[in-house]
């Protein structure tokens, strides 16, 4: 029997309600029989009654709500029914939440769960990765799940975080991922892992594009061709180390993300290698990111909007010619 993503975020949840009476569920259309846009809290309001619930259709007043909530002791998980819309909460968790420990010494243990990320047919204000701009901010960390097991693990650890968390979940991994049981335990925030490893290009990403890089990874071996894939799993923290470890393996770093390409985590990664290795790079280090345009309602558009296997072993053979 195998498990999904989505079935992991469930079952994570189910998990720390059940072992963690200070643990609730907020969000719009949880409760009830909905389940959420997704059914990630399906069945949760009734095994769990009076914890999973319904809330208005305002995000600043939901994110604002959890932190109150957060300030006298208990656990929130928000969640957000598309990223996009968390847009609309900033203030709460740039302003509020991500500065309120360095003001007053009293933490906001809140996640904040976004499903976010491209899927055919969903459009440019139901699609977006809004990773760079909550890594942005200090006080907050920016998980990005991109396994099954992560998926599970990273958000038990996000609710036993002091900190507020930010839990990038991506739509199009809820179906597309499966494994054959859960984790007991997995590698701590703010720790990259080797996907796969090579010794001739080193492939930096997280998130969906991760199952992407493995794919070119697979497409470049059978060419001879072996590209090191680092999973990020955070990008607030963000592992410089194990980045840099590698690319001192390959000599060559290509970094991938869904996310529009004005800065963000691909850029960020960059800088950095340049600035603390730029010794171990023998070719100037490249980066691919998706088109620099509202995202494109329909599917043709949207493949070719994104980042793809085919997109990132091209680009890899590129970098691998210099």
Not at 8 to 34: C, P, S
Not at 161 to 182: G, N, R, S, T, W
Not at 256 to 285: C, K, N, Q, Y
């Amino acid at each position: 029997m195998s498990i999904t993503y989505l079935e992991a975020i469930r079952e994570a949840q189910a998990k720390l309600l059940r072992e963690d009476e200070r643990v609730f569920i907020y969000g719009q259309d949880v409760g009830g029989t909905f389940g959420g846009a997704f059914k990630a809290t399906k069945g949760l309001a009734k095994e769990f009654p009076g914890r999973v619930l319904n809330t208005p259709i305002s995000e600043d007043a939901i994110v604002g709500t959890a932190i109150g909530a957060a300030l006298n002791g208990m656990r929130p998980i928000v969640e957000m029914q598309f990223a996009d819309f968390s847009s609309i909460a900033l203030n709460q968790i740039l302003n509020h939440a991500g500065t309120h420990y360095w003001r007053t010494q009293v933490p906001v243990p809140i996640t904040v769960r976004l499903p976010g990320g491209g899927t055919k047919g969903s459009g440019p204000f139901h699609s977006q990765s809004m990773e760079s701009i909550y890594a942005h901010y200090p006080g907050l960390i920016v998980m990005t799940p991109a396994t099954v097991e992560d998926a599970y693990t990273m958000l038990i650890e996000a609710v036993a975080i002091d900190d507020p968390v930010i839990y990038c979940e991506h739509k199009y991994l809820y179906y597309h991922l499966k494994a054959d049981k859960l984790p007991e335990k997995g590698l701590p925030t703010g720790r990259a892992r080797i996907a796969r490893a090579g010794r001739d290009l080193t492939i930096v990403t997280y998130s969906a594009m991760v199952q992407e890089s493995l794919s070119a990874a697979e497409e470049l071996a059978r060419e001879g061709l072996e590209s090191e894939v680092v999973d990020l799993r955070t990008v607030k923290p963000l592992d410089t180390d194990t980045v840099l470890a590698s690319v001192a393996r390959t000599g060559r770093l290509l970094c991938v993300g869904e996310s529009f390409p004005w800065g963000g985590a691909t850029a960020e990664i960059i800088a950095r290698v340049t600035s603390a290795g730029f010794h171990l790079l023998d070719a100037a280090p490249v980066r691919i990111n998706a088109k620099d345009t509202p995202i494109p309602y329909h599917p043709n558009l949207w493949s070719a909007h994104r980042p793809s296997a085919k997109t990132i072993a091209a680009k890899a053979r590129m970098l691998l010619r210099e």
